[in-house]
Nanobody, 123 residues
Framework: QVQLVESGGRLVQAGGSLRLSCAAS????????MGWFRQAPGKDREFVST????????YYADSVRARFTISRDNANNTVYLQMNDLEPEDTAKYYC????????????????WGQGTQVIVSS
């Protein structure tokens, strides 16, 4: 069993920055690919970013590339999402997810999910 707990979401003005954190417990975190997804009201959950277990490979959605950076600290079982130059369109609940194996961009490929953290970007 895996437990994922996200934190760091809050209200921020457009152009601002936030860093989301996801603390993992209950399994060998260092061997899991980790992902960030988001879901806005009335919309499907969408891919944001994912990172391999080593941190050597990362993928991003086109909408966040060059603004967001995913990273991980295997010693502390935590994955981060640094979000810069935030836009109102980034408003959503952000979810952390884990899976065995390689990083994937499809939510169906992830076995474990956190409860999410809310990000609101005001214009």
């Amino acid at each position: 069993q895996v437990q994922l707990v996200e934190s760091g979401g809050r209200l921020v003005q457009a152009g601002g920055s936030l860093r989301l954190s996801c603390a993992a417990s209950g399994r060998t975190f260092s061997r899991s690919a980790m992902g960030w997804f988001r879901q806005a009201p009335g919309k499907d959950r969408e891919f944001v970013s994912t990172i391999s277990w080593s941190g050597g490979t990362a993928y991003y959605a086109d909408s966040v590339r060059a603004r967001f950076t995913i990273s991980r600290d295997n010693a502390n079982n935590t994955v981060y999402l640094q979000m810069n130059d935030l836009e109102p369109e980034d408003t959503a609940k952000y979810y952390c997810a884990a899976r065995d194996g390689l990083p994937r961009i499809f939510k169906e490929d992830y076995e474990y999910w956190g409860q999410g953290t809310q990000v609101i970007v005001s214009s």
